[in-house]
């Protein structure tokens, strides 16, 4: 499992990106902009032809998105 912060867009997109050739169980794309997330997601998941990626919305700078983050993500995945 990989979890990716600010995956939308620059550097954490691309990380996704090559990251995901390598096929991992799960990617998750944490993203302060979920809709944008959900973009990103589905040209990563276009152009590699791969299903193993999540989008969850995550503010960094706000700690009540933080919060819900981990408790989304703890209630998802093991």
Same mark, same amino acid.
């Given at each position: 499992?990989? !979890?990716?912060?600010? +995956? *939308?867009?620059? /550097?954490?997109? #691309?990380? +996704?990106?090559?990251?995901?050739?390598?096929?991992?169980?799960? /990617?998750?794309? %944490?993203?302060?902009? #979920?809709?944008?997330?959900? /973009? +990103? %997601?589905?040209?990563?998941? $276009? #152009?590699?032809? !791969?299903? *193993? /990626?999540? !989008?969850?919305?995550?503010?960094? $700078?706000?700690?009540?998105? !933080?919060? %819900?983050?981990?408790?989304?993500?703890?209630?998802?995945?093991?």
């Amino acid at each position: 499992m990989i !979890v990716i912060t600010g +995956a *939308n867009t620059g /550097i954490g997109f #691309e990380t +996704a990106k090559d990251l995901a050739q390598y096929k991992p169980k799960k /990617i998750v794309l %944490a993203c302060r902009d #979920e809709a944008k997330g959900v /973009i +990103a %997601a589905s040209k990563i998941s $276009n #152009e590699l032809k !791969v299903d *193993n /990626i999540d !989008v969850l919305k995550l503010d960094l $700078n706000d700690l009540n998105s !933080v919060k %819900a983050f981990a408790e989304e993500f703890h209630s998802k995945y093991d």
